[in-house]
């Protein structure tokens, strides 16, 4: 039996056989490879826009570049606040991320300036001159930043050192020498009672402005004619306090006017604004209404953006014989200047020019440190002697105010009767009160029991109509230019406004009439005003006998 020869297998086979064994050491190679090789860690999560705007205000904040004012945000620049545009805030946005695209740059730069946890530092008050803050009444005096305060004095403060050690003495004879420049001024006979104190009580009130949480009065620098130095005071004041002229705005022209101009000077940190040479009857709502507002929702010109900011601008107004509307009577501090020839007064008699042979304003520019030390020592006198309060307020809307500027003047000169004259300035300013006043005396002539008795606003056209040349005579201004049922109208309207004002001593009290229809008493709450006449005395009456003679006879028998 044959055996069976040993069989090879082919060569390729071999080769092949060998490859399948090395693709298969491969495979091994490569799991293990990849079991052994560590988990990336995953991706990190994009910064949203929040993110981003926060890291923003984070650095700028550590670098003391951008600052918060109200709801905007500012820059130091040139020694004053500068409002960043939406367009100049991107643009720093865009340098700190230069990667992102024209659309992220507006959400960051959006967030930056709207979000309510902004981490920039607040500005409440930024200054070029020592400043007091807070309750406590604490001098600012070293610049930078601090307490809500951005101080950053001129070279001409540079190094001034400002002392706060002044007594009731030094606060006395400080306040003679801001008086010095005043002594040339005409000030009104009311106002030179007060010796210039109301018009000090302006420059302390630039000075203790942010150490004033309230909302404070507007100055009305009121003339009798031309050249009698209003602009130059306002001036001096600004010299003094900022070392630079007060900057000055004409009269707006109308309430729109008011308010875009008004809000462009508070949200640019302006500190004092002059409203120069006011003609005829200041009537200003939005106005008045800024007066008493401690911040102001202000719309960006162009947009309808709305900026939150604070009013810590204080107003001056200038003009020669102007009138009040009643909105702000009672909002204004009246400073009265006035001279029978002023234009025909000589400079160089001027206690200031021949004394020094300089001009006012020049004499306060080179003396602005010494002046500066005068106001601070009448506050630091009254502040440490512990403030004594003032004894009787005298403007409800504006305590605050009067407690501190008030309080400082009746404790350095007493006998002055701080804002004593005040009161009898703005009445003679208010003349649209007067016209009312003069319109009741000649209601209660006409209508004699109007006190109890009613009075419609059909009487009273009625008498006009008829031709009544009393009521006539002393209507108001508002209805001279009106007729008819417009006239009749305006006529209760007024009426019924000035139902809610004291009118000296004269009130408007709304009730029925006979026919059950709206008429108006007209009472006098001084009846010292118009005393009674006193009764005279009645003759005594001599009876005549009239009886005849035999009459007589038997009634003396019986």
């Excluded at 308010?259 to 949200?267: D, F, P």
């Excluded at 160089?348 to 003396?367: A, C, G, L, M």
């Excluded at 004269?506 to 009764?535: L, M, S, W």
Aim: charge should be negative.
């Amino acid at each position: 039996m044959k055996t069976p020869k040993d069989t090879k297998p082919p060569k390729d086979k071999i080769e092949l056989a060998k490859l399948k064994i090395e693709l298969e050491k491969i495979k091994l190679e490569t799991v293990a490879l990849r079991k052994s090789k560590p988990i990336a860690a995953p991706k990190a999560n994009k910064p949203t826009d929040l993110d981003l705007a926060n890291s923003f205000m984070q650095k700028h904040e550590r670098s003391d570049i951008l600052y918060r004012y109200g709801a905007s945000v500012v820059v130091i620049a040139d020694g004053k606040l500068k409002t960043l545009s939406n367009q100049d805030l991107a643009c720093d946005v865009r340098e700190e991320f230069p990667k992102l695209n024209k659309s992220t740059v507006a959400e960051v730069t959006s967030h930056v300036l709207h979000t309510r946890n902004n981490t920039l530092k607040r500005i409440d008050t930024f200054t070029t001159k020592p400043v007091f803050v807070g309750p406590s009444l604490e001098l600012v005096t070293t610049p930078g930043f601090a307490n809500g305060v951005y101080y950053e004095p001129p070279a001409a403060l540079a190094g001034v050192v400002f002392r706060e050690d002044a007594d009731l003495a030094t606060a006395q004879a400080s306040l003679e020498k801001l008086k010095e420049p005043l002594k040339d001024f005409p000030f009104a006979p009311a106002d030179d009672e007060d010796g210039g104190n109301i018009y000090l009580s302006m420059l302390l009130t630039l000075l203790l402005r942010p150490a004033i949480g309230g909302i404070v009065p507007c100055f009305f620098m009121r003339g009798n004619s031309q050249s009698l130095g209003k602009g130059l005071l306002c001036d001096m004041a600004s010299l003094i306090i900022f070392g630079e002229c007060a900057a000055s705005i004409s009269e707006p022209k109308d309430d729109s006017e008011w308010q875009s101009r008004t809000e462009a000077i508070l949200m640019s940190g302006q500190q004092f604004c002059v409203i120069d040479n006011v003609v005829g009857n200041l009537n200003a709502p939005f106005f008045a209404s800024v007066l008493t507002s401690q911040e102001r929702n202000c719309r960006i010109l162009c947009t309808s953006q709305m900026r939150l900011v604070p009013m810590n601008t204080v107003f001056s107004v200038n003009g020669n014989n102007v009138e009040t509307g009643s909105d702000l009577e009672e909002r204004v501090v009246m400073i009265c200047l006035e001279h029978p020839d002023a234009r025909n007064r000589i400079i160089n008699d001027f206690h200031i020019q021949k004394t020094y042979n300089q001009s006012p304003d020049t004499f306060v520019k080179e003396r602005r440190a010494e002046f500066l030390q005068h106001l601070v020592n009448l506050v630091c006198g009254w502040k440490n002697a512990g403030s004594p309060p003032r004894k009787q307020l005298t403007m409800s809307k504006y305590r605050v105010w009067e407690s501190i500027v008030g309080g400082i003047f009746d404790f350095v000169e007493p006998q002055a009767n701080f804002l004593s004259s005040n009161n009898a300035n703005r009445a003679e300013a208010n003349v649209e009160d007067q016209e009312m006043i003069a319109f009741i005396e000649a209601i209660r002539r006409q209508f004699p029991k109007c006190e109890t008795e009613p009075v419609t606003v059909s009487q009273l056209m009625e008498e006009m109509r008829a031709g009544n040349a009393d009521l006539c005579d002393n209507q108001p201004d508002v209805l001279l230019q009106t007729s008819g049922s417009f006239k009749s109208n305006r006529l209760g309207k007024v009426l019924k406004d000035a139902s809610t004002i004291n009118f000296d001593g004269y009130k408007i009290q709304i009730g029925k009439a006979a026919n059950h229809v709206n008429g108006y008493c007209f009472v006098d709450t001084k009846p010292e005003r118009h005393p009674q006449p006193q009764p005279q005395p009645q003759p005594t009456q001599q009876i005549t006998n009239t009886a005849s003679d035999e009459e007589q006879w038997i009634v003396n028998n019986n």
